[in-house]
C-alpha cells in the first residue's frame, strides 16, 4: 500500500511550501526588531572598522617617525629633533579626537535610525529637535563653545598628549602633563598626581612647555667681594663639562652662555647662567647643574649669601623686647 499521508511513512511527500512560508511570515512579523538587531550590529562593526583604521593609522605614523630617528621607544624621541617629537603628539592626539568623533556620530545615526524602525517620524523628530534645540540653545551653548574650541585647540596644535602646559581658564589656572584632549574636556595631571578635567571653552590662555625648546636660567647669587670674573668662568666651564657628557649631549641645543649681572644688592650680586635645552629635560638639566655649581663653589671657596637678612638701624632689638606693650585704647564712641 503506498503511503498518502503528508510527512509519514518512508518517501513521505512534504509540504514544504507551508514550511517556508511559516519562516517568510516570522521574518515579516519580526522584521522591526531584525533590522533594528541589524542596525545595532552594523554601528557596532563600523565602530570597530574605524577604531582599527585610526588605531593603525596612528601607529604607522608613530613607527615611522621612530624608525626616521633610529630609537625603539617613544621616550627616546626626547633626544630626537623637535619636529619629529611635535609629529608624535599631534598625531596621538588627533587619534583621540577623530576616535571620539566616529563614536558620537556612529551613536547618533544609529539612535536615529532605531527611532525610524520603531515608526517615529523621523522628519518630526528633526523638527522636534530644532524647536527644542532652539529652546535650549542658551543653555547649551557652552557645550557647543567647548566643542569648538576644543577643535581649535587640536588643528592649531595648542596643546598635546604629553605636553606640560599652564592653563589659565576662568576657574583658575591648571599646570601638569596633558593626558587626555577629548572635544569637549581636557585633562592634565599636575605635579601632585592629580587629574584635572578642564573644559575646553573655559580655556583662555595656554602655555605650552613642550613645543620648540627651553631654556634653563640659574640665577646665582655670589658676594658683593668675590671675584665676579673668577665665579663666572667657574659656572661657564661647569656647565660646558656637563653639556659635553654624554648623557647630556643630545639633550642640549646651544652651548652654554653667561648673561652677566642680573641684580646688584649690599650684600651679593645675582649672576645668570642660561642654557637651551630640549623640552622635556629642562627640569632635570637644571637640578644637576644647580649640584654641579653649588660643588664647583664650594672648591672656589665661595659661599653663597643668605638674602633673607633684615637690618634695622639706629635701634637696639633688646631695647625694643623690654618695652612694655600699649594698652589698646577704645575710641569715645565705642560700646566696649
Known amino acids: 500500500m503506498r503511503a498518502t499521508e503528508t510527512g509519514t511513512g518512508t518517501g513521505a511527500n512534504v509540504d514544504w511550501t507551508a ?7 516570522f521574518f515579516i512579523t519580526y522584521e522591526p526588531a531584525f533590522r533594528i538587531v541589524g542596525v545595532i550590529v552594523g554601528a557596532a562593526v563600523l565602530r570597530w572598522v574605524l577604531g582599527v583604521i585610526i588605531r593603525r593609522v596612528v601607529d604607522r605614523v608613530v613607527s615611522g617617525v621612530k624608525k626616521s630617528q633610529n630609537v625603539e621607544n617613544t621616550v627616546e624621541l626626547s633626544a630626537a629633533p623637535l619636529m619629529a617629537v611635535r609629529v608624535v603628539q599631534r598625531t596621538r592626539t588627533m587619534g583621540t579626537v577623530l576616535n571620539n568623533l566616529a563614536t558620537w556620530t556612529i551613536v547618533s ?12 517620524s523621523v522628519t518630526a523628530l528633526i523638527a522636534s529637535a530644532g524647536i527644542l534645540g532652539a529652546a535650549l540653545g542658551f543653555g547649551a551653548q557652552n557645550v557647543v563653545k567647548d566643542m569648538l574650541n576644543g577643535l581649535f585647540i587640536v588643528f592649531e596644535d595648542q596643546l598635546g598628549v604629553g605636553d606640560i602646559v599652564e592653563l589659565q581658564s576662568t576657574q583658575g589656572p591648571v599646570s601638569g602633563v596633558v593626558e587626555t584632549v577629548g572635544v569637549r574636556v581636557t585633562q592634565v595631571r599636575d605635579v601632585h598626581g592629580t587629574l584635572w578635567f578642564v573644559r575646553n571653552g573655559e580655556i583662555v590662555t595656554v602655555g605650552n612647555k613642550s613645543q620648540g625648546w627651553a631654556r634653563v636660567i640659574i640665577d646665582l647669587p655670589a658676594p658683593y667681594t668675590s671675584d665676579v670674573d673668577a665665579v663666572q668662568e667657574v659656572m661657564l666651564r661647569t656647565a ?74 639706629g635701634i637696639d632689638a633688646r631695647e625694643v623686647a623690654r618695652r612694655p606693650a600699649k594698652p589698646v585704647t577704645p575710641p569715645e564712641d565705642s560700646d566696649l
Open 19 to 25: 514550511g517556508w512560508q511559516g519562516i517568510i511570515e
Open 109 to 120: 545615526v544609529a539612535f536615529v535610525l532605531v527611532l525610524g524602525e520603531l515608526n517615529f
Open 240 to 313: 660646558n663639562e656637563l653639556a659635553a657628557e654624554p648623557e647630556y649631549r643630545r639633550k642640549v641645543l646651544e652651548k652654554p652662555e653667561i648673561w652677566g649681572i642680573e641684580s646688584i644688592s649690599a650684600e651679593a650680586l645675582v649672576i645668570r647662567l642660561v642654557m637651551k635645552v630640549r623640552t622635556a629635560d629642562q627640569f632635570d638639566i637644571a637640578r644637576v647643574l644647580r649640584l654641579r655649581l653649588k660643588l664647583a663653589l664650594d672648591q672656589l671657596g665661595v659661599a653663597v649669601p643668605s638674602l633673607n637678612r633684615i637690618v634695622m638701624d
